[in-house]
Nanobody, 124 residues
Framework: QLQASGGGLVQAGGSLRLSCSAP????????VAWFRKIPGMDREFVAA????????SYADSVKGRFAYSRDAARNTVYLQMNSLRPEDTAVYYC???????????????????WGQGTLVTVSS
């Protein structure tokens, strides 16, 4: 089971670190990704590390501000969010797949396993 945590209320410019507990899913062949659902918009890709390449991909909107990391020993994936903006306000989800190909990394349809979301609210 995936479980995301760490959300909360933060002022613009602040930081939060989200955690995703993903027992058995932090090593190859698993890919764990972060998505977010902004109110009134479709769920969108945020970040992921592809299972084979180890390459980390980020949405353009978060590049340079968010950092993806994982601790396989703790079965946990993290999303460090810095320089937060009001437009980052969303419910953040982690998702996992054992078979996603690199070209589908950013597609929510490629992930079969989802955790419950954690709400991040950034005030201006």
């Amino acid at each position: 089971q995936l479980q995301a945590s760490g959300g909360g209320l933060v002022q613009a410019g602040g930081s939060l670190r989200l955690s995703c507990s993903a027992p058995g899913r932090t090593r190859s062949p698993w890919t764990v990704a972060w998505f977010r659902k902004i109110p009134g918009m479709d769920r969108e890709f945020v970040a992921a590390m592809h299972r084979s390449a180890g390459r980390i991909s980020y949405a353009d909107s978060v590049k340079g501000r968010f950092a993806y990391s994982r601790d396989a020993a703790r079965n946990t994936v993290y999303l460090q969010m810095n320089s937060l903006r009001p437009e980052d306000t969303a419910v953040y989800y982690c998702a996992a797949s054992s078979s996603v190909i690199s070209s589908a990394l950013t597609s929510e349809n490629a992930y079969a396993y989802w955790g419950q979301g954690t709400l991040v609210t950034v005030s201006s």
